[in-house]
């Protein structure tokens, strides 16, 4: 089974290695103890090393190549769902996935930002990262959900919002700041989840929301740390050093009152466990959903309100 260890995982990816070699062994007999108590040392090993990850490390695991993304989710979070495609002025953007899903019988507006595994899904995502018609995509929908009082539920993850020439020439500044604004008095809740990587403005587009949350491993940070290590150093190789300076896990930003919740994450990520993961964000949107919905619509904007100018206050 191939996890595609990173640096820090190697002492585990050993042990690993040692327990699948004797899986291989036709006679099992004498060598049970010995799988059995590699095991438990694996496991001990690996809440070890989770248990002091530094804020680059946890950053890699943002990005970790078996990551589950947007779409890994949607079949299993959601009863259904029907997808909605295109901006209706230039493009369907495939980096944001939208459309009207059904969780525990309550009807919602789901949008979400998609990444790609293969190269040619790479190629169609654009590597997650929106193009203005994506934006504009997603604020089309968010409108249609607060015409029909339906609650929105977002999934971030992006290295940011696409930089290319074509998208500065669609008015993509335009189009995130649009998306910042109309979000900040929509007239219906709004859930947002970083699932993996937040960065810039390209996440915060999609995640003005009453209530937001992070799994335990994600990232969420006004630039990504090869970007910060390139400004504040001349030298992206330093990213370890400005993960740090950063504050962007999610332990950070909950100490900071940025976030609201922390979604759990299974013993050594997602990667490990795919299905106690979908499980593990099934019920906390459940649980949000079922208490956000009962609070008037006014009182809910007001609070969103009251929230986006309480952040940044200076402290002496």
């Known amino acids: 089974m191939n996890l595609d260890y990173l640096d820090f995982e190697q002492p585990i990816a050993d042990l690993e290695g040692k327990i699948e070699a004797l899986c291989n062994i036709k006679d099992k007999v004498d060598i049970v103890q010995e799988m059995e108590a590699l095991k438990v040392k694996s496991g001990a090993l690996t809440k070890k090393i989770f248990s002091s990850l530094s804020d680059w490390q946890i950053s890699q695991l943002a990005r970790h190549p078996k990551r589950l993304?947007?779409?890994?989710?949607?079949?299993?979070?959601?009863?259904?769902?029907?997808?909605?495609?295109?901006d209706r002025s230039f493009a369907d953007d495939h980096a944001i996935i939208g459309g009207i899903a059904k969780l525990n019988d309550q009807p919602l507006m789901f949008i979400g930002q998609q990444k790609?595994?293969?190269?040619?899904?790479?190629?169609?995502?654009?590597?997650g990262m929106p193009r203005p018609e994506g934006y504009r995509k997603a604020l089309r929908l968010m409108k249609m959900a607060e015409k029909f009082?339906?609650?929105?539920?977002?999934?971030?993850?992006?290295?940011?919002?696409?930089?290319?020439?074509?998208?500065?020439?669609?008015?993509?500044?335009?189009?995130?700041?649009?998306?910042?604004f109309e979000m900040s008095t929509l007239a219906t809740p709004i859930i947002s989840v970083v699932i993996g990587e937040g960065g810039s403005g390209g996440a915060l587009a999609i995640g003005?929301?009453?209530t937001m949350m992070m799994f335990e491993y994600s990232i969420y940070s006004v630039i990504s740390p090869e970007?910060?290590?390139?400004?504040l150093y001349n030298d992206a190789a330093k990213a370890n050093i400005a993960a740090e300076s950063l504050k962007l896990t999610s332990a950070h930003l909950k100490k900071e009152n940025l976030i609201d919740e922390i979604i759990p994450e299974p013993l050594g990520g997602i990667h490990r466990d795919p299905d106690e993961a979908k499980k593990l964000l099934r019920d906390a949107l459940m649980e949000q959903?079922?208490?956000?919905?009962?609070i008037p619509v006014d009182q809910l904007v007001q609070a969103r309100a009251d929230k986006l100018l309480g952040f940044g206050k200076f402290k002496e």
């Open 227 to 231: 970007g910060c290590a390139s400004i």
């Open 208 to 210: 003005v929301a009453d």
């Open 289 to 294: 959903l079922h208490s956000i919905v009962k």
């Open 116 to 127: 790609g595994r293969s190269t040619q899904d790479k190629l169609k995502y654009n590597f």
């Open 69 to 86: 993304y947007t779409l890994d989710y949607i079949d299993s979070v959601f009863d259904e769902f029907t997808e909605l495609h295109g």
């Open 149 to 180: 009082s339906m609650p929105i539920v977002t999934f971030i993850d992006t290295p940011g919002a696409y930089p290319g020439i074509g998208a500065e020439e669609r008015g993509q500044s335009e189009a995130i700041a649009r998306n910042l």
